[in-house]
């Protein structure tokens, strides 16, 4: 089982930057697929960003595509989510989170159920 941790949120101003590392314990990351995800108060959680176990794929939400980019180090057993360009509506808290089993097309990696392990999530706040 793998245990995962976020760090890297914070209260930032509209046009900044930030980015979110998760890093793994337990089990190397690096024969998963991994996750990001967000949930704002009072909504669902919304897709923001996957790649594959190898980092040869990756898949973004509508909202933050061509602003976030989503990588990972596998050596150092960390997945990374650089944002840039935040918005006041990308406010939320952050999860990343690790696939249970293989994921082979993109409508896999959006879908939440099929991420079995999460981490806390870190908060992440953009004034406007």
């Given at each position: 089982?793998?245990?995962l941790?976020?760090?890297?949120?914070g209260?930032?101003?509209?046009?900044?930057?930030?980015?979110?590392?998760?890093?793994?314990?337990g089990?190397?990351?690096?024969?998963?697929?991994?996750?990001?995800?967000?949930?704002?108060?009072?909504?669902?959680?919304?897709?923001?960003?996957?790649i594959?176990?190898?980092?040869?794929?990756?898949?973004?939400?509508?909202?933050?595509?061509?602003?976030?980019?989503?990588?990972?180090?596998?050596?150092?057993?960390?997945?990374?989510?650089?944002?840039n360009?935040?918005?006041?509506?990308?406010?939320?808290?952050?999860?990343?989170?690790?696939?249970?089993?293989?994921?082979?097309?993109?409508s896999?990696?959006?879908?939440?159920?099929?991420?079995?392990?999460?981490?806390?999530?870190?908060?992440?706040?953009?004034?406007?």
């Amino acid at each position: 089982q793998v245990q995962l941790v976020e760090s890297g949120g914070g209260l930032v101003q509209a046009g900044d930057s930030l980015r979110l590392s998760c890093a793994a314990s337990g089990r190397t990351l690096s024969s998963y697929d991994m996750g990001w995800f967000r949930q704002a108060p009072g909504k669902e959680r919304e897709f923001v960003a996957a790649i594959s176990w190898s980092g040869g794929r990756v898949y973004y939400g509508d909202s933050v595509k061509d602003r976030f980019t989503i990588s990972r180090d596998n050596a150092k057993n960390t997945v990374y989510l650089q944002m840039n360009s935040l918005k006041p509506e990308d406010t939320a808290v952050y999860y990343c989170a690790a696939a249970g089993g293989t994921l082979y097309i993109g409508s896999q990696y959006r879908s939440a159920g099929n991420y079995n392990y999460w981490g806390q999530g870190t908060q992440v706040t953009v004034s406007s």
